[in-house]
């Protein structure tokens, strides 16, 4: 059974560009969340996505967006790159309204 | 809205001993609370959680509590082994009427062990 799987694991963008970022949740999972984690701090929210629409956000600046596939899978879209955008992307998978969320394993962003 | 605070930054134990960390939160409405492992390079890893109409959960060696009039929980290890090494992460799930299940994060402890 495979896990959350995500890519790419490592990216490098310069200031002003634009990234996207790929998730598959767990099987059967058909929620998918993203979270912003800078280095030594907490994963902090940016948004949720269920049944193809942004369920719930963070406070995120909407150069944050997303999508969400008829299968599940999810990016994340990050435009107009800023410094402070380098960190570690993680996406989380749960089904529905339960709350148990898995994580994966992340993608590292740096920009330089 | 929710805000999460997590004591200590740094916890360095002797393999054997126990190992407690400790939260707050601030949205009384909060009724779900889980805790994470993260190894070096890894995303974070499920490891307990607990429900607001539960005082105390168990699994094998680690063990949390919750206070709901205090607003806090904790995570207990106990005979901590060297492979308990990493950083914990609390969390709680995020109310105020929202329809997702987002949570909101401490700043995690970082948990060494030794031998």
């Known amino acids: 059974d495979a896990g959350v799987t995500q890519s790419p694991t490592h990216l490098i963008k310069t200031r002003g560009q634009q990234v996207t970022l790929r998730c598959s949740p767990k099987?059967?999972?058909?929620?998918v969340s993203w979270y912003q984690q800078a280095l030594g701090q907490g994963p902090q929210f940016i948004f949720q996505?269920?049944?193809?629409?942004?369920?719930q956000r963070g406070n995120f600046p909407d150069r944050f967006s997303g999508h969400q596939y008829p299968n599940y899978s999810s990016e994340l879209n990050v435009n107009a790159l800023l410094l402070g955008d380098s960190a570690l992307y993680l996406c989380?998978?749960?089904?529905?309204?339960?709350?148990?969320?898995?994580f994966g394993p992340g993608t590292r962003l740096t920009v330089l | 809205g929710e805000n999460v605070e997590q004591h200590p930054s740094t916890l360095s134990v002797q393999e054997g001993d126990s190992a407690v960390i400790k939260c707050t939160y601030s949205?009384?409405?909060?009724?779900?609370f889980p805790w994470y492992k993260q190894e070096l390079g890894k995303g974070p890893q499920l490891i307990i959680d607990?429900?607001?109409?539960?005082g105390e959960k168990k699994d094998q060696r680690i063990a949390v509590t919750l206070n709901k009039t205090a607003k806090h929980f904790s995570l207990h290890i106990t005979e901590t082994q060297p492979e308990d090494s990493a950083v914990y992460f609390c969390?709680?799930?995020?109310?105020?009427?929202?329809?997702?299940?987002?949570?909101?994060f401490g700043k995690g402890t970082t948990l060494s062990v030794s031998s």
């Open positions: 989380a998978s749960s089904l529905g309204r339960r709350n148990e969320q898995f």
């Open positions: 099987s059967g999972h058909d929620t």
């Open positions: 996505y269920y049944e193809e629409e942004e369920r």
């Open positions: 949205d009384s409405a909060s009724n779900y």
């Open positions: 607990i429900r607001s109409n539960v």
């Open positions: 969390a709680a799930k995020m109310e105020m009427g929202q329809a997702g299940t987002a949570l909101i």
